[in-house]
């Protein structure tokens, strides 16, 4: 009879995991029903579907209850309800998740306190040495151009994972920023003429010479991990977001 081979079916799944693993591209045994005779992924699909209807229940609902003349609630007009705000919600959603996901890499952290604290001064007389002579003024007037024309500036070099760490972070929170690329790392041979005046001036206004160099609201906080008193740290602190909204990059 339908109800013992609904029983024999069942009795077959559980001998093979078949409702454990819930993954078989078809049933485990011939002897199902036909109206169960589907992969278990639709079961999801069922779930989907339970859901929209109940959507529509409450819509239809609602409708019915609220006072004046019964809006006519269809199956479209309840689907477009839906659909409209799991649209609202889902880039929210993304978001935030994406933000909460973002986390920092410990060994550029612990790298960056060799940097910072042995390299520093290698640096601050290395910067200047490097670019030789160039024209301060102009330099520097190009700098405080760039850091009034965005809300957020990044001095990067495109190779450096303190760099690459630093845009990232930027992203996940959804910040608009502009990336002023001086070269693809500070070594020379890598580093052009131009790039090396920015990087020595940054270092003359501000006493930074490591990029990433970030400016966010035309005020330097410094590097990744470093600096005024860095990103990761202004993260951390639950300030970064404030500061980005304050500047407009929000």
């Known amino acids: 009879t339908r109800k013992q081979k609904r029983r024999r079916w069942l009795k077959a799944c559980v001998a093979e995991g078949f409702l454990e693993r819930c993954r078989r591209p078809t049933p485990c045994s011939a002897m199902a029903p036909r109206s169960m005779r589907r992969p278990c992924g639709a079961a999801a699909a069922a779930a989907a579907a339970?859901?929209?209807?109940?959507?529509?229940?409450?819509?239809?609902?609602?409708?019915?209850?609220?006072?004046?003349?019964?809006?006519?609630?269809?199956?479209?007009?309840?689907?477009?309800?839906?659909?409209?705000?799991?649209?609202?919600?889902?880039?929210?959603?993304?978001?935030?998740?994406?933000?909460?996901?973002?986390?920092?890499?410990?060994?550029?952290?612990?790298?960056?306190?060799?940097?910072?604290?042995?390299?520093?001064?290698?640096?601050?007389?290395?910067?200047?040495?490097?670019?030789?002579?160039?024209?301060?003024?102009?330099?520097?007037?190009r700098i405080e151009r760039d850091v009034k024309a965005s809300p957020v500036v990044v001095y990067s070099y495109s190779l450096s994972p303190f760099c690459t760490q630093a845009k990232e972070l930027l992203d996940s929170l959804g910040a608009k920023y502009t990336a002023v690329e001086l070269s693809p790392e500070w070594l020379p041979g890598l580093l052009s003429p131009e790039g090396a005046a920015v990087r020595s001036e940054l270092g003359a206004m501000t006493g930074q010479t490591s990029m990433p160099h970030v400016f966010i609201g035309g005020k330097s906080i410094g590097g990744l991990f470093t600096g005024t008193p860095g990103l990761v740290p202004l993260r951390e602190s639950g300030e970064l977001s404030k500061l980005l909204k304050a500047a407009g990059a929000l």
């Open 50 to 141: 339970a859901v929209a209807v109940l959507g529509l229940a409450v819509a239809r609902g609602v409708a019915w209850v609220l006072p004046g003349p019964a809006p006519a609630v269809g199956r479209r007009s309840a689907a477009a309800l839906l659909t409209a705000a799991a649209a609202a919600a889902g880039p929210l959603k993304a978001e935030a998740s994406e933000a909460a996901a973002w986390q920092p890499d410990e060994v550029l952290r612990a790298a960056s306190v060799v940097v910072n604290g042995l390299l520093r001064p290698i640096y601050a007389v290395e910067a200047p040495a490097q670019a030789g002579d160039y024209d301060r003024a102009a330099v520097r007037a």
